[in-house]
């Protein structure tokens, strides 16, 4: 557990970068701090392993007063992460890795195969072990980075940014990475970005701070998109607040349709129960994407990749609405794919029938 | 004029010892001598000065005072300081000399040690140096474990070029009455013997040349390959393989 004291970080200049914060950081969570720049937020994170010394207050970890231990003793405790990794670039990656393990004195060879199992559950393969910063793209120099902050199993991690600077491709890849990994690993996190959506997806709680270091909402990303305390809050968290606050409501287990399917590599059906589009799935019947009947003469062609639409997105049973309601709302047949955990074909759902859902449950308990 | 230098080169009489001439030999140790001692002194002064200023951001003005060193006129600074310290010595030694020629290869060999250590070390990518006090790594820590290997390369330029201006330089020891391979130049130019001259000349240009060559092996084993930046092609970055295989469950949580 962390917890921010009334404390304030005051410049020479007279700046207040944060004032007063009081704030809790649950063990086992993830703590996003979240705010436009100048916010206070990094300022925030950076007192906790004491990279900025706060000018009054406490910032405890446990029970213990930050201000009382020696700031390398305390950042040894502590893993931290920043924007652009900053590995070491003469050292090889597993060496970047083992920086921890070499300053607390392991030995050596600990400290290497250490490293090594850490490589495999950030999802880099073990020949690169050998390789140099240099060699690695963003998304992989960061995977680093959050490794090597893990490497002395510190309780508490800090992460500043982590992915904000590589591809928003990359980024989801990483995010979802760590949100499992964090499944296993139940480390306390604070988190800073800028990015609303990255907050609301990662964190088990938000602090949204506002210009001048003022803590505007302490809430759960669900309560935040639904119950800004504000009208700066409601201003950040943006649009779509109603969309994406069913991203937070699960869809229980979804009554499906049958759906009719036709197979990748078979010639094309003479015709579907449900209009033109029908179905396409491969022998695992996991679905390919839409085939437009309209568009093809029946039986003379064999259905191939090309001929497929692919934008529809699916919809896990067992998932968010959002996903049931974005499922239909992206199939050109108005139907909506629902698959399980496997990714093979349960049914299909319509609009209307997630409305009816969405309509149906249960309003969300008052705080 | 070449093949009576080459003539020079080739005659085994200029490289022995003999009753009347010192030779090529016994000049190039006395020359490899004073530069190496200077470079030495230089190196444990500038190098540990550099590496302070430079990670303590404190005395950069020490900096700036090394480099106007530069605009001293060497052969001026040598007379003068011989003409001061030559005195108090008497009897067969030439330490009355050797004391002012290696004061002047010294504040030679400084600035350009002094300043690329500071440069290298200032430029050490910010994000690299808040990674390594955040992992919990002490100042000197810091400054031994990265700041230090990160500007080898600089620090490398900053000495290979404070080893070819010594060598070079050091021909003045023999403006006062010392050894060195600057005697085969004084003397050729006072007895009109160009070849010899000459000959001096290239044996100086071959020397630094071949102290730089093996500085430049050295580097090349002392600095990282990660930052020398040389690794094997067909290692070099390649895109995250895992983006190609973007999976249905992937898909599915958008």
Redesign the interface.
């Given at each position: 557990m962390i917890r921010f004291d009334s404390v304030t970080k005051r410049y020479p200049d007279g700046t207040v970068a944060v004032d007063e914060l009081d704030l809790t950081a649950p063990s086992g969570k993830i703590t996003v701090l979240v705010g436009p720049s100048g916010c206070g937020k990094t300022t925030s994170l950076r007192m906790i392993?004491r990279?900025i010394e706060p000018t009054s207050g406490t910032i405890w970890l446990d029970d213990e007063d930050t201000a009382k231990i020696a700031?390398?003793?305390?950042?040894?405790?502590i893993g931290?992460v920043?924007?652009?990794?900053?590995?070491?670039?003469?050292?090889?990656i597993v060496d970047n890795i083992a920086?921890?393990p070499y300053?607390l004195g392991w030995d050596k060879k600990k400290a290497r195969s250490r490293s090594l199992e850490l490589m495999e559950r950030v999802?880099l393969p073990p020949h690169f072990a050998k390789?140099?910063?240099?060699?690695?793209?963003g998304?992989?120099q960061q995977r680093v980075?959050v490794a090597?902050a893990l490497a002395a199993d510190p309780p508490v991690m800090l992460m500043d940014e982590p992915f904000s600077a590589v591809d928003p491709?990359?980024r989801?890849?990483l995010q979802?990475e760590f949100l499992r990994l964090q499944e296993e690993i139940g480390k306390t996190i604070v988190f800073v970005t800028h990015d609303i959506d990255e907050a609301i997806k990662l964190g088990d709680q938000v602090a949204v701070l506002r210009v001048g270091g003022h803590l505007a909402q302490l809430a759960t990303p669900a309560e935040l998109l639904t119950r800004p305390v504000d009208a700066f809050v409601a201003g950040f968290v943006g649009r779509d607040r109603g969309y994406r606050a069913l991203g937070f409501s699960s869809a229980g287990t979804i009554s499906t349709h049958q759906e009719q399917t036709a197979a990748l590599g078979a010639p094309t059906p003479y015709g579907a129960e449900n209009g033109p589009w029908i179905l396409v799935v491969d022998e695992k019947q996991?679905?390919q994407g839409w085939l437009d009947l309209d568009g093809v003469k029946p039986g003379e062609n064999v259905i191939t990749d090309g001929m497929l639409y692919r934008g529809g997105?699916?919809?896990?049973q067992g998932?968010t609405l959002r996903?049931a309601l974005?499922a239909a709302l992206s199939s050109p047949s108005g139907r909506g794919v629902v698959?399980d955990?496997a990714?093979a074909l349960l049914g299909s759902i319509t609009a209307s029938e997630v409305l009816a859902l969405i309509e149906g449950r249960e309003r969300e308990p008052q705080p | 004029m070449i093949s009576s230098v080459i003539t020079w080169l080739n005659d085994p009489s200029h490289w022995r010892d003999t009753r009347l001439n010192t030779g090529i030999i016994t000049q190039l140790e006395a020359h490899l001598r004073f530069s190496g001692i200077a470079l030495l002194i230089a190196l444990l002064i500038a190098l540990p000065l550099g590496l302070f200023i430079g990670h303590t951001g404190r005395l950069s003005w020490l900096v700036a005072a090394a480099n106007a060193l530069r605009a001293l006129p060497t052969v001026g600074v040598l007379v003068l300081l011989t003409v001061m310290i030559a005195p108090n010595f008497h009897g067969r030694t030439d330490t009355g000399y050797v004391i002012p020629t290696e004061i002047v290869l010294v504040l030679l060999a400084i600035p350009p040690i002094l300043s690329n250590t500071y440069a290298g070390v200032q430029n050490v990518?910010p994000?690299?140096r808040?990674?390594?006090?955040?992992?919990?790594?002490?100042g000197s820590?810091v400054l031994l474990r990265?700041e230090f290997?990160?500007s080898l390369p600089l620090i490398f330029s900053g000495f290979r070029s404070a080893t070819l201006q010594v060598i070079a330089t050091a021909t003045i020891a023999s403006y006062i009455p010392l050894g060195g391979l600057g005697r085969f130049i004084y003397d050729g130019l006072a007895q009109q013997d160009f070849p010899q001259m000459i000959g001096g000349g290239v044996l100086v240009a071959a020397l630094a040349l071949s102290a730089d060559l093996l500085l430049a092996a050295v580097q090349r084993y002392a600095?990282?390959?990660?930052?020398s930046?040389r690794?094997s092609k067909k290692?070099?970055?390649?895109?995250?393989s895992?983006?190609a295989t973007?999976?249905?469950?992937?898909?599915?949580?958008?």
């Open positions: 392993n990279m700031t390398h003793e305390l950042r040894r405790k931290y920043i924007q652009h990794a900053g590995l070491f670039p003469h050292r090889t920086t921890v300053l999802g390789r140099y910063p240099a060699q690695l793209s998304g992989q980075g090597r491709v990359v989801d890849q979802a996991i679905p997105t699916l919809a896990t998932g996903a974005d698959v955990d990714g | 990518d994000a690299v808040d990674a390594a006090f955040g992992m919990g790594m002490t820590q990265v290997p990160c600095v990282s390959r990660g930052i930046g690794i290692q070099v970055a390649a895109p995250d895992r983006l973007v999976t249905q469950a992937e898909v599915a949580t958008v």
